[in-house]
């Protein structure tokens, strides 16, 4: 007799990792494209400005070296560029305390798998980056969401000390934040760090966008903060300001020994980078200021041009970021992911249309961001102009259109 088998399942872990809201559409939009339909693609941060001229350089001079492993916690020009970089920018900091990391996700997991138990949790303003939740689930730790003030604002010190319990091990802030712009003044983002230094906690600081702000100064740094030091790890990459997110090259940095010597141990398990990446994000951090004050004159143009078409439109409301290089526009529509959906597989006005992230797979609350979108500026202006003026017509057409 021939007994029946039962197929192993694959792990609760991976199961509680939520769907990619910037991926997800990915296939209706490839089935647009066969189509014959003209997708423009604002729902994920691909920036079309190119590198620093010495990435390109870089990389052909990389295709001369041999293919071998290197140091785990990356190659001694690497860590010297970031600690190079960072003293441009006025932050004192040592090639001993970065890791380079597989682009800022890596740089994240290994911050929380170095600093954290399962079962912990982790607070976290909404809405926040989306892989957020699935580094954390993948941890075994829970992301507490502390909610968003009206408009997307700061949320409060108050906000995240109703929060706080006993397995609380950290807070995670992103300044300029993604999704949303959103910029935390100094006294802001100083008066959150405290809270770690008072209750014992990390401070977990993305600072992807430090220097993509839309006003006269940067965004604050946790690295200024008198006093926690053994407190902060910041998460940083090459992937935006300079331009190279396919070279996968990030940063986790932190004064704190404890914290730098667990990162170097997790990152062992993967051997090493690409050595040509690493060579190529040298050079891209050895460019010089003007091109990144250039790169953040282009976003305030895009900015400025998608705010002012989103406004021609009636029942479209944008929140103003005030830097990174996403705006959140709430729609009047039933629900943004069928309508971000719909968009693909529906609707098309002269063979095109406009592929959106459904602002909803940004936050933990169940419900929250249900009629919002997040649109990324990584098109010219009149791109912008044009992909505001399809949204018009498809909001026309929708019949989940809700005013």
Request: a negative charge; aromatic letters at 6%; proline letters at 10%.
């Amino acid at each position: 007799m021939t007994r029946g088998t039962v197929a192993p399942e694959i792990s609760s872990r991976v199961r509680s990792i939520p769907p990619s809201p910037i991926r997800g559409l990915a296939p209706l939009a490839e089935a647009a494209k066969a189509r014959g339909i003209h997708v423009i693609h604002l729902n994920i941060g691909q920036p079309d400005l190119p590198p620093p001229p010495g990435v390109a350089a870089a990389l052909a001079a990389a295709a001369t070296q041999p293919p071998v492993y290197t140091a785990s916690q990356g190659i001694p020009q690497l860590l010297d560029a970031w600690a190079r970089y960072y003293e441009r920018i006025g932050l004192a900091i040592s090639p001993e305390q970065v890791v380079a990391t597989g682009g800022a996700s890596e740089a994240l997991s290994l911050a929380v798998l170095a600093t954290t138990d399962p079962g912990d949790r982790i607070l976290v303003p909404e809405p926040f980056y989306a892989p957020y939740y699935g580094i954390l689930a993948a941890a075994g730790v829970e992301l507490v969401p502390i909610p968003a003030p009206e408009r997307y604002g700061p949320v409060t010190p108050q906000a995240i000390q109703e929060r706080l319990g006993p397995r609380t091990r950290g807070i995670l802030l992103c300044s300029p934040a993604n999704p949303t712009g959103t910029l935390y003044e100094r006294d802001q983002f100083a008066a959150i760090a405290e809270l770690a230094r008072e209750h014992g906690l990390f401070f977990y600081s993305d600072e992807t966008y430090r220097e993509l702000v839309f006003r006269d100064s940067r965004a604050a740094s946790a690295l200024e903060i008198p006093g926690l030091e053994q407190h902060v790890i910041v998460i940083d990459s090459v992937s935006k300001r300079f331009n190279a997110c396919g070279l996968r090259i990030g940063a986790l940095i932190s004064r704190n020994p404890d914290v730098i010597t667990a990162a170097v141990s997790l990152a062992e398990l993967r051997l090493s980078l690409p050595l040509p990446a690493q060579l190529a994000a040298v050079a891209a951090l050895e460019a010089p200021a003007t091109y990144v004050a250039e790169v953040v004159t282009t976003y305030r143009r895009r900015r400025d041009a998608a705010l002012a078409a989103l406004a021609r439109l009636p029942g479209v409301h944008v929140v103003p970021p005030d830097g990174a290089l996403y705006l959140v526009a709430e729609l009047p529509v039933d629900d943004a992911a069928r309508f971000a959906a719909w968009l693909l597989t529906d609707f098309t006005h002269h063979g095109e249309t406009v592929m959106l992230a459904p602002l909803s797979g940004f936050f933990a609350t169940p419900g929250a961001g249900r009629n919002a979108v997040r649109l990324a500026l990584v098109q010219p202006e009149s791109v912008l102009e044009h992909a505001a003026e399809l949204l018009g017509e498809a909001l026309a057409r929708y019949p989940g259109r809700t005013t």
